[in-house]
């Protein structure tokens, strides 16, 4: 019988995309299986062929929104299906959600024989968005000489990037570098910093701070963290937070 996990987690990483089938067959024994199995019998009367189907049915659109909407992200921020993962949480789904109905992409909704069947109240990918912080993670497979890594980007809807931002490093020390490292930990961004796993510049990944102004004594609009991909991190930070920025502010109506 096939089962589906509904995650209630404030991330979700995209998966390809997958096809399903119902045969009678296959509706026979899981309506058997649902008789048999321990703990199963009590609730055989949810797994009826009817609710099957629309499982799969549901299921199969579901993979193929799932599928529409990592092409899309891949499309919007320049990165490569065979390369690059991505997860988001907070105020970034809130981005990408908005991005997805822009083009055209709701998600299924959950047929109410199937969320009786799975006991729940319906799931759905956009758990965990909303709020004024948000996370975007990159990992970057390996890929000739280069050996890959990982970028976290962290931003605060609220602090807006301006067309002109500069990145200040957090290890030097620096004057520039102790002043956004204190605006960070004192804000919002702090507190997802610590809900993201922290970092101290004795920490081995390296870190910036995503200024406004191009002299790194602008206003803290968000912190990106990069474990062996620091160019990327140069070259990408900024204009992702943009973007993201750009879609919250997009107020696209959500129907649910």
Sequence with gaps: MDTVSLSAEAQFRM??????????????????????????????ERFTPEAMAAHAAWREKHT????????????????????????????????IRNLAEKNGLIEPEMPPAVASMLQTTGGSMWTGKGGSTGMFDITFLPNGAETGGNLRILFDSGRKASADTSLVDLKTGGTNAQAALSDIRTSALGALLDSAGGWTPSSPANAYAITNGTDGRGGVVGMV????????????????????????SANTPHPR
Excluded: C, M
């Design 64 to 95: 193929e929104y799932r599928g529409k909407v990592r092409d899309l992200v891949n499309q919007t921020f320049g990165l490569d299906a065979d390369r690059n993962g991505w997860s988001a949480g907070g105020a970034a789904l809130t981005a």
């Design 225 to 248: 963290i990069a474990h062996g991909v620091d160019d990327d991190a140069k070259e990408r930070s900024a204009t992702i937070v943009r973007t993201l920025q750009r879609l919250i």
């Design 15 to 44: 998966s390809g995309a997958t096809s399903f089938s119902v045969t009678a067959d296959s509706l026979a024994r899981a309506e058997a299986a649902a008789n048999t199995v321990p703990g199963l019998n009590a609730d055989a």
